[in-house]
């Protein structure tokens, strides 16, 4: 994929991408209302359990979002999709906390957008900003 698109975690002995696309960002909605009440829900969850349960089910639809591309492109070659129960099973505590980073990159990457400047009358030339 594009890493201007996407952050890479390990789980196990495997490298994953992680990557916001429009489907995710609809599963996010459906879940939460929106992308914008996604980190109130992380922040405010009423216990422990039920937080790594909420970040255990955003890491597996984020780093299958790479998986289905890559099916989706190589017909022949599809890659086995990830469960919740992998996740869980293939990482720590610590290493779910340390996800974190990761996951904030590909929400960032995935929300940025170009914004071009138009020339003005004074005759003033285009801009190129990213706004995240």
Not at 47 to 71: K, P, R, V, Y
Not at 74 to 79: I, M, S, T, V, Y
Request: hydrophobic residues 35%; contains cysteine; aromatic residues 4%.
């Amino acid at each position: 994929m594009n890493n201007e698109r996407s952050s890479f975690i390990e789980i196990g002995d495997c490298q994953h991408e992680l990557i916001l696309t429009t489907r995710a960002t609809r599963e996010i909605g459906k879940r939460y209302g929106g992308l914008e009440n996604l980190g109130d829900k992380l922040l405010k969850t009423e216990n422990f359990e039920m937080a790594l349960e909420e970040i255990i089910w955003l890491i597996t639809l984020l780093a299958n979002q790479s998986i289905m591309i890559h099916n989706l492109k190589n017909l022949a070659e599809p890659k086995a999709l990830l469960s919740e129960e992998e996740v869980e099973l293939l990482t720590t505590p610590l290493e779910l906390a340390t996800y974190k980073t990761a996951i904030t990159e590909a929400m960032f990457k995935g929300t940025k957008r170009e914004i071009v400047s138009e020339e003005t009358e004074e005759g003033t030339t285009s801009k190129n900003d990213q706004v995240g």
